[in-house]
């Protein structure tokens, strides 16, 4: 049971890891993009504790995916 809700997650998990790699490499763009793992986990981490709560894991995936991005975007733009 716990193996199947964590496969669920995947898609969420796949879709952040490549925004941080997206982050990671606007370092090469400018030096002030430099952003590192623990600041983008605890980011992550917040996003999940703050986001809506759904039963349906069709509407969570996509309301942390949503979110997520959100985040992280307006924590990069802030920068």
Known sequence: EIDAAREGYI???FKAAVLFFC???MANIDPMYQYSLPFYVNLFVMN???SEPS???AKRID???ESF???LY???CRS
């Open 74 to 76: 307006t924590n990069i």
């Open 55 to 57: 039963e349906n894991m």
């Open 69 to 71: 991005r959100f985040t």
């Open 11 to 13: 898609p969420v998990a």
């Open 23 to 25: 982050v990671a490499d």
């Open 63 to 65: 309301i942390l995916n």
């Open 48 to 50: 999940i504790e703050k």
